[in-house]
Each structure stands twice: as structure tokens, then as C-alpha cells.
């Protein structure tokens, strides 16, 4: 199992410029999340989907950060325009349906650490 | 609303000794604990997860955590530290139906001395 992927893992831009990371969740993983930590704030949720479907997006910081999930092996965090307060690690994790030896715990990504200059 | 309090923001412990790392949730019934270890630069990997049954749990790398209900509490310990294990540490809390999303602490950065 290759686990989840994200990418790019560094990404460096300029303010004003749009920004978008990808992750592919773990194959038959019914729920995948993204979440953004710094050093000020921690680990937040941004937003979270099952079976590709936005459920909580409570997180998102402002109308700047969208997400999508197009298909169960997909989903794209999108921040347009971007600003240096956007600096941070954005990690995507997924977790298995409930009721299939799973209790909730999910499964993270590497992360791609953006930089807003 | 749940929540998760690691009171410890940096432990500093020697290559050898034991450690144990603390973390209280506040829930309205039994949830599901996690704990995860991030090293610098890498994601959180889940270190051991209770849900029921054994209140004594074991994961991952030597470590294990008790679950105290009466406490609140789900600490992490280790019997003896070795080098690598420097990292930080966080617990999660889970809701056993509804949300399905974790709420987590804020971290224990663990240092370990030679």
C-alpha cells in the first residue's frame, strides 16, 4: 500500500498567485481530510469528505481556500489569491468506512509545506 | 464539544529512561483515543489506538498508553527511551458515531538527551 500521497511536498509562490495541492487517500478509504498546521496554531481541520462528498468544511480559513473531490482517488485544496499568513504545512489524511475493523483513525500524507513570499 | 489537553508542550528526557507523556480529552462518553508521533519534516503516524476492551493498549515502536476513565485521561509511556524516539507526540479523540472527525492536542515535542 503506497499510502497517501500528496503533492508537490515543497511548494514556494508569490502573493497573489493561485496555489493548488493534490492528494490521492489510501485505495477504498471512504473519508479524506485536509488540514493545516503551523506553528502558532497547531493542527486544524480544515475540511473533511465521504465517499467524495464535503461534510465539514467549517475549517476553511475564508472564500480564498476551496476544495474539491472529483473521485474517490482525487482531491485538490485550491487557495486563490494566496498570502504569506497562508505559509504553513498543509497535511491531507483518509480513514476506512466505520464498521470495517476501522475506529476512526486516519492515515496521513507527508504533507506539502507552502511557502507565500 | 470534545476536546484534547496535552499539558506538556516540550519534555526533555535521557537516552534510556522511562517517559510518559499526558493527555486528558473531555467527552460525553467513551471515545476512541489515538496517539500519533510526527518526526521533523514527516506526516503524524499512528502509534496505537484504543477502542474498547484492554485498557492497556500497545502499539507501535515499544509504546503504550493506558485508558483511565476516571481520569479522562489516555497517557503514553515507554519504558526506555532511545534516541530516535525524539519527536513530537500527539493524542487524538474520536467520536464512536456522527463526526467522524478527530479533535487533537497540541503536541508534546519530546527532546532526548545522550
Known amino acids: 500500500d503506497a499510502g497517501v500521497i500528496q503533492s508537490p511536498r515543497h511548494e514556494v509562490t508569490e502573493m497573489g498567485q493561485e496555489v493548488t495541492l493534490r492528494c490521492k487517500p489510501i485505495?477504498?478509504?471512504?473519508?479524506l481530510f485536509w488540514y493545516r498546521q503551523t506553528m502558532m496554531r497547531g493542527l486544524e481541520l480544515l475540511i473533511y469528505?465521504?465517499?467524495?462528498?464535503?461534510?465539514?468544511d467549517s475549517g476553511m480559513p475564508e472564500d480564498r481556500f476551496s476544495a474539491k473531490m472529483p473521485n474517490a482517488s482525487f482531491s485538490t485544496l485550491k487557495i486563490q489569491p494566496s498570502e504569506p499568513r497562508d505559509s504553513a504545512v498543509y497535511f491531507c489524511?483518509?480513514?476506512?468506512?466505520?464498521?470495517?475493523?476501522?475506529?476512526?483513525?486516519?492515515?496521513f500524507g507527508p504533507g506539502t509545506r507552502l511557502t507565500v513570499l | 464539544a470534545q476536546s484534547v489537553t496535552q499539558p506538556d508542550i516540550h519534555i526533555t528526557v535521557s537516552e534510556g529512561a522511562s517517559l510518559e507523556l499526558r493527555c486528558n480529552y473531555s467527552y460525553g462518553a467513551t471515545p476512541y483515543l489515538f496517539w500519533y508521533v510526527q518526526s521533523p519534516g514527516q506526516g503524524l503516524q499512528l502509534l496505537l489506538k484504543y477502542f474498547s476492551g484492554d485498557t492497556l493498549v500497545q502499539g507501535i515502536k515499544g509504546f503504550e498508553a493506558e485508558f483511565k476513565r476516571s481520569q479522562s485521561s489516555f497517557n503514553l509511556r515507554k519504558p526506555s527511551v532511545h534516541w530516535s524516539d525524539a519527536a513530537e507526540y500527539f493524542c487524538?479523540?474520536?467520536?464512536?458515531?456522527?463526526?467522524?472527525?478527530?479533535?487533537f492536542g497540541s503536541g508534546t515535542r519530546l527532546q532526548v538527551q545522550p
Open positions: 487524538a479523540v474520536g467520536q464512536r458515531t456522527g463526526r467522524r472527525a478527530l479533535t
Open positions: 485505495s477504498g478509504h471512504d473519508y
Open positions: 489524511a483518509s480513514s476506512p468506512r466505520p464498521g470495517s475493523g476501522s475506529y476512526n483513525e486516519q492515515f
Open positions: 469528505f465521504n465517499n467524495n462528498v464535503p461534510i465539514d
